[in-house]
């Protein structure tokens, strides 16, 4: 979907509010999309959604044995810490640090390939979503088809679910 700024609202509106002459309202017809209903309810997003969580799993688990290993060293040295030799308790000190920079630099590489391929994720939806709209308005030759920004619309004007059925219908 294209996201409207201020000035593109306001152009919008004045061109509604050109079209609100008589006749002209009468054969023009208008219809509304709630993006955010799409986003919710479309199988495509649910789908995408289980398919990142399962892709993504596996590096989850290892996050988190990874952090099980950490704690055991931590309880480890906080229990035994004070008969261990010297060199015994710098060298655990050492391991558990090591880990713990792995670790972190596990997350942030996990945490950055999870938005990247969100993002792309989220970028097919929307353009999935804009081409169904598109291909609705077209084949209920509306005028002019609206989403955010609008402080209401009736249920006779919003398409959301028209276009939500042609999403699952794919």
């Known amino acids: 979907m ?20 008589g006749t002209v309202l009468a054969e ?12 919710e309810a479309a199988p495509q997003a ?21 952090q099980r290993e950490i704690k055991k060293q931590e309880d480890k040295l906080t229990r035994d810490g004070a008969v261990m030799s010297e060199s015994e308790r710098t060298k655990l ?22 938005n990247i391929r969100r993002n792309e994720v989220l970028a097919k939806l929307q353009k999935d979503m804009y081409t ?17 920004g609008v402080v209401y619309s009736s249920d006779k ?5 028209s276009v939500l059925k042609k999403l699952k219908a794919r």
């Open 2 to 21: 294209k996201k409207i700024n201020a000035t593109g609202f306001m152009i919008v509106w004045m061109a509604v509010l050109s079209l609100c002459s």
């Open 28 to 39: 023009t017809k208008i219809g509304f999309v709630d993006t955010v209903k799409l986003m």
């Open 46 to 66: 649910k789908s995408a959604q289980s398919k990142i969580e399962s892709e993504f799993a596996p590096r989850e688990k290892e996050l988190v044995a990874l």
């Open 93 to 114: 000190e050492r391991d558990i640090l090591a880990k713990r920079r792995d670790m972190k630099r596990t997350q942030d590489e996990f945490r950055d390939d999870l």
């Open 132 to 148: 169904a709209v598109v291909s609705l308005a077209k084949e209920q030759k509306f005028d002019l088809i609206l989403s955010q």
């Open 157 to 161: 004007i919003d398409i959301t679910d």
